[in-house]
């Protein structure tokens, strides 16, 4: 399928789209209207000491009118500005088997596999979708089980009890695996956390693109779970996302991109890359009165713990 196809069908983001519609994506709907400037933004000045983007979608290749941005050059802008790594999500079979499957000879990339919660109820014989998501966790720079996680903004009532399944299955893989579970959380803030403590949460939970407040953000604490912050921290309305970075613990902090969504201020509405992570960081950074250097440095340490080594 084509790459807005793919973003239409597959992806609900992490609970900070910029969106007047439950059925599909700003992004995809401001491309088709035309109304907004979707060329990539430039390059931020370097980071001095280099992270990692937590979560992005690099098969989503959209790039500058009459061309594409590949994720090849998505990895090498990146790496030019102190972004090292990615982790590259998958959302369904497809761009799950692809995530694997490019992390397997790419030293900068690691990838996440899972079924997202608005696709678990579209499978026919979803067992079998999911005994393919369990076997690709077995890979060696599969280090993720994600994005999993409820989804209640796209799929009705009719669809919950599939996402609760697919949810389940997948926190019981990433445990089997021992790697990490990425969540998506959209409108289901309590019966994510519900579920976390009922079938109990991997050694490594991250709530991808956190949408939460304060109050759930130690709750995470408390249990020791991971939030990871997208370019929703630096819009002008997202001060509970703020009072949230501020009271997690500095060593359970990711950064990441949610790529091509969710671009940082003061790109809001453009394309998102890896690239752009510089000013999601240097905008928390501020907020948190903390030096750009040591909060970085913190935020690699903290990738590395949860998902290991880059190296091939």
């Known amino acids: 399928m084509s790459n807005a196809e793919r973003v239409s069908k597959s992806h609900g983001g992490g609970g900070g789209f910029d969106t007047a519609s439950p059925t599909q994506p700003a992004f995809v709907r401001q491309r088709e209207s035309g109304s907004r400037d979707l060329?990539?933004?430039p390059l931020p000045e370097p980071l001095a000491v280099a992270v990692y983007d937590n979560h992005t979608h690099l098969e989503i290749s959209d790039g500058e009118p009459g061309g594409e941005l590949d994720y090849l050059e998505q990895l090498d802008r990146a790496e030019r500005v102190g972004v090292k790594g990615v982790v590259q999500v998958g959302g369904d079979l497809e761009t799950s088997r692809w995530?694997?499957?490019v992390a397997a000879t790419e030293p900068r990339m690691l990838a996440a596999v899972a079924l997202?919660?608005?696709e678990a109820p579209g499978f026919a014989d979803l067992d079998a979708a999911l005994a393919e998501i369990d076997a690709l966790?077995?890979?060696?720079?599969?280090?993720a089980v994600g994005e999993t996680g409820l989804d209640f903004f796209r799929t009705g009532d009719e669809g919950r009890d599939a996402q609760y399944r697919s949810f389940e299955a997948h926190i019981e893989i990433a445990k089997k695996h021992g790697i990490a579970l990425q969540i998506h959380d959209r409108d289901a803030h309590a019966e994510v956390i519900a579920t976390l403590l009922r079938v109990g949460a991997p050694e490594h939970t991250v709530f991808h693109c956190f949408s939460g407040d304060?109050?759930?953000?130690?709750?995470?604490a408390d249990h020791?779970?991971?939030l990871s912050f997208a370019g929703t921290v630096t819009f002008k309305n997202a001060a509970g996302l703020r009072e949230a970075l501020s009271v997690i613990p500095r060593d359970r902090i990711m950064v990441e991109t949610d790529a091509p969504y969710l671009t940082?201020?003061?790109?809001r509405g453009r394309p998102n890359s890896p690239y752009l992570i510089p000013h999601t960081l240097r905008a928390?950074?501020?907020h948190l009165d903390a030096d750009v250097d040591e909060l970085a440095a913190q935020v690699a340490s903290t990738t590395e713990h949860v998902y290991g080594s880059w190296a091939l």
């Not at 966790?137 to 280090?143: E, F, I, M, S």
């Not at 304060?214 to 995470?220: K, Q, S």
């Not at 940082?264 to 790109?267: D, L, N, Q």
């Open 264 to 267: 940082p201020s003061p790109f």
């Open 39 to 41: 060329t990539y933004p």
């Open 99 to 101: 995530s694997a499957s």
């Open 116 to 118: 997202h919660p608005n």
């Open 137 to 143: 966790a077995g890979q060696p720079r599969v280090r």
């Open 224 to 226: 020791g779970w991971y």
């Open 284 to 286: 928390m950074a501020e």
């Open 214 to 220: 304060a109050e759930m953000a130690r709750i995470a």
